[in-house]
């Protein structure tokens, strides 16, 4: 085995080894397929397109019903303060907003700090209005599992929900902040956050990606119990 084969399979060894446990068998399949490239060169640009894998973290799939008051029941504990959270930030960063509009010189300035903090306001209203989650689930719920699965598929649907109204917040902090510039500058540069409002809508959407696949995996496993 030539020095490139054997770096092509030492990387895809490594790429199987520190893969997320939803991704183990993608990478598995990865891994075997390189068997199959005759060209080393080639071989190696496999392994390195593999790296992929890692970019982004999936959890294990239900396998069953049996799994889901204890996949429900860590939902629960991750998830619960997260709303009201996130109610907070957007009341209080429209209110930060509010004063910006004393430091505003143009109609520019003016329209971008006022749509901020109407879009921050609102979004906050809405979702501490929602008061996401509910308490967790009772014992007596986990001995049936189809009642357990739809509560939990509930939950994640509302979380989905907050999700989006959040996602929409942070890219009318973008849009607003870039209006908010006239001639290069800012009208304050202590609170403009358009970095950290970027990777902010991309965590959310990364999060909104894996509730929709846990509620296409338990839409799955009813559909199979049904």
């Not at 970027?198 to 338990?218: D, P, S, W």
Request: hydrophobic share 50%; with cysteine.
């Amino acid at each position: 085995m030539t020095l490139v084969r054997t770096l092509a399979v030492k990387i895809t060894g490594l790429v199987v080894r520190f893969a997320s446990p939803g991704a183990k068998e993608w990478a598995e399949g990865l891994a075997l397929e390189i068997g199959y490239v005759d060209n080393d060169w080639s071989a190696l640009a496999w392994a390195l397109g593999s790296l992929r894998v890692l970019l982004g973290y999936r959890e294990a799939p239900l396998a069953s019903l049996r799994d889901v008051p204890a996949a429900a029941a860590k939902f629960h504990i991750s998830a619960r303060p997260r709303p009201r959270t996130f109610g907070w930030i957007f009341v209080l960063n429209g209110a930060l907003y509010l004063w910006t509009l004393d430091l505003a010189t143009t109609a520019r300035e003016r329209a971008g700090c006022t749509l901020h903090v109407l879009s921050m306001v609102v979004a906050g209203i809405i979702i501490l209005a929602s008061r996401s989650l509910k308490d967790a689930p009772g014992e007596d719920s986990c001995f049936d599992l189809i009642a357990s699965a739809h509560r939990y598929r509930t939950e994640l649907e509302r979380r989905c929900y907050i999700q989006r109204i959040a996602a929409c917040a942070f890219f009318v902090c973008i849009v607003t902040d870039m209006l908010a510039v006239t001639d290069g500058r800012y009208v304050h540069a202590m609170l403009r956050g358009t970095d950290m409002f970027v990777i902010c809508l991309t965590a959310i959407a990364f999060a909104l990606r894996t509730n929709r696949r846990r509620i296409e995996r338990l839409d799955a496993l009813l559909t199979e119990r049904s």
